[in-house]
């Protein structure tokens, strides 16, 4: 069993202790095991497994934990999951997935009305029978049939972060068989979407029959959903995600990586354009409609250009515009990871971070970063030990001597401060213009109305010494809907005021959306794209960031932190009066 499986086991475990109401103290036991199990760079149940090596040498996991570890490793579950499965259904992890709904408020529909499942909810709310129980109320009610629409919307799917990683660790299985000579990621994974709903894997050489045997036969598939002679689907995990392997000839895999890339309406277009150009395109190749001949297939960028286009990175493929600029010679140059010189958002020890300041600066360089920014968090999120005005101003000093002494990187001094509700930030101007950057963001209030966040977020934006708006929708993918507000304003007073915008790489935020990140760069807008990483590990995800931006049509020049320390230093001073007043 893999680390993220025996993680999110604990996690589910816990997540249904709160809902009996069970000792607060083993359930942030296991949620606190299931994150350093996460992470930890081994396989855990090899280490329980072997009998020369002690589980509880990882840090916070002790004798009690240890155990656990043991009897999932032998049977795959463990005593308390099992009781706990026997009173709730699994069905019940589900609502915990319904925003405005806590542990305790599950407990009290499940002993009031029996409510089991997300289907339960649904009906209680509609006969306004949530409305009459303790602590709830109408806007309440509504709330939950609002999210549990968007819910319904988000089943199925799954972060980008995770296909690729389930990818990655398929192809490379696949890589290893014999007789494999191409092996590719292809749909909503390579377009680079913020969540995905199946797993396409095309494979070609003469051994690619392999690849689905291999699949059908995995130990981590758990059911054949059909396997014909060059395609296997499964379901595969415990996340039960779709996974389908097509085996190909090599020439016709430069037309189906155009074919199952997508999207859909992209396809439509290409397709319709080739009819007009006497020929036929699907995924086996570009042929003639009279002759039938082959005219392309065996590479995707020959697809293309026979068709008049110039090559569109799979990122565009929307139909949104990527087609005309294709045939204008119009497409942007899109960002690169190696583009991106520093990483701008972290957090550390100081405040909820798991590694000190100097530890995530040796890991940044590792990555052949020029610098970072440190932004712990500010002194409104108490529960996690936020900066006041005092540890800011030490912060900023104790940045400036660390630079004096040298270190493997430049750091610049930071803080990710709150917005208050009335767009007040959480910290004295005095005290931010000791730092060298301020992110600006919501973690509180939101469901204020539209025109109030509005007001908010460009209240915040009279700060002086802000220069970044962090995650600016505050959506949590599969999780939390973006709050209203009227993004047009913000990003108007953005570009007046070089205000940047956050390009949040989290796989769990990937804010600013896409479509968003279009809108902004058409008023003039900057950006950073940035990890909000609080573990070393966390700075790899840079990654989605970058794919987010390209999905946005950013070129390496509309991100702030593709300058070199120098350079990015200079933009981090503030705009004048006059220079604000011309770029209004």
């Not at 009906?123 to 999210?147: D, F, N, Y």
């Amino acid at each position: 069993m893999e680390n993220r499986e025996i993680a999110q086991m604990l996690h589910e475990t816990a997540d249904l202790m709160e809902v009996a109401a069970q000792d607060g103290f083993r359930i942030r036991s296991y949620r606190n095991a299931a994150a350093v199990i996460a992470t930890h760079p081994e396989r855990v149940q090899d280490i329980v497994l072997n009998p020369e090596r002690k589980v509880t040498d990882i840090p916070g996991i002790g004798k009690g934990l240890a155990a656990v570890l043991a009897e999932i490793a032998h049977r795959g579950s463990f005593e308390r999951r099992d009781e706990m499965l026997a009173k709730y259904p699994a069905s019940a992890l589900e609502l915990l997935k319904i925003q405005g709904l806590g542990p305790k408020s599950i407990a009290l529909l499940y002993e009031h009305h029996g409510v089991k499942t997300v289907d339960d909810l649904e009906r209680i709310c509609r006969e306004q029978k949530l409305r009459v129980l303790p602590r709830m109320g109408a806007k309440l009610e509504e709330k939950v049939l609002r999210s549990i629409e968007s819910y319904r919307k988000s089943a199925g799917r799954y972060l980008l972060s995770f296909g690729r990683r389930t990818a990655d660790e398929l192809m490379a299985e696949f890589k290893s068989l014999p007789g494999i000579d191409g092996v590719e990621a292809a749909g909503s994974l390579r377009r680079g979407r913020e969540t995905i709903g199946d797993l396409d894997i095309l494979v070609t050489g003469p051994g690619a029959g392999a690849a689905l045997a291999h699949i059908v036969g995995h130990p981590k598939t758990q059911e054949v959903l059909g396997r014909g002679e060059n395609k296997a689907s499964v379901s595969f995990g415990l996340e039960r995600l779709q996974v389908d392997v097509r085996a190909l000839p090599h020439e016709s895999f430069g037309a189906a990586m155009q074919y199952f890339t997508g999207s859909k309406e992209h396809n439509v277009v290409v397709r319709t354009n080739a009819l007009k150009r006497g020929l036929t395109l699907n995924e086996y190749g570009l042929f003639t409609v009279d002759t039938n001949e082959r005219v392309a297939g065996a590479d995707e960028r020959e697809v293309y250009q026979r068709l008049g286009y110039a090559w569109i990175p799979p990122e565009l493929r929307e139909n949104s515009g990527e087609l005309e600029a294709a045939e204008q010679g119009t497409l942007p140059k899109l960002i690169e990871l190696a583009d991106v010189r520093g990483d701008i958002h972290m957090h550390t020890t100081e405040t909820d971070g798991k590694a000190t300041l100097r530890e995530m600066a040796a890991a940044a360089a590792t990555l052949g970063y020029e610098y970072i920014a440190i932004t712990d968090h500010s002194k409104a999120l108490a529960m996690a030990n936020g900066l006041d005005e005092e540890r800011v101003v030490a912060f900023a000093r104790q940045v400036r001597d660390l630079n004096r002494e040298g270190l493997p990187l430049r750091v610049f001094s930071g803080l990710e401060c709150d917005i208050l509700r009335d767009g007040r930030m959480d910290i004295s101007e005095d005290a931010l213009a000791e730092l060298d950057l301020v992110i600006g963001s919501v973690h509180s209030y939101f469901n204020l109305e539209s025109s109030e966040m509005t007001d908010r977020l460009m209240g915040a934006m009279e700060c002086p010494s802000l220069r970044i708006l962090g995650h600016v929708t505050g959506r949590l993918l599969l999780q939390r809907e973006s709050y209203p507000f009227d993004f047009e304003r913000v990003a108007s007073l953005a570009a007046a005021k070089n205000v940047w915008f956050e390009i949040n790489a989290s796989p769990e935020r990937l804010d600013l959306p896409s479509h968003l990140i279009r809108s902004a760069k058409r008023k003039g807008c900057k950006f950073t794209i940035a990890t909000d990483a609080h573990r070393p590990g966390h700075l790899s995800n840079m990654q989605y960031g970058v794919t987010t931006a390209r999905r946005g049509w950013l070129e390496a020049g509309d991100v702030m932190n593709t300058r070199g320390a120098q350079e990015f230093a200079a933009a981090l001073r503030p705009l004048g009066p006059s220079s604000i007043a011309s770029s209004l």
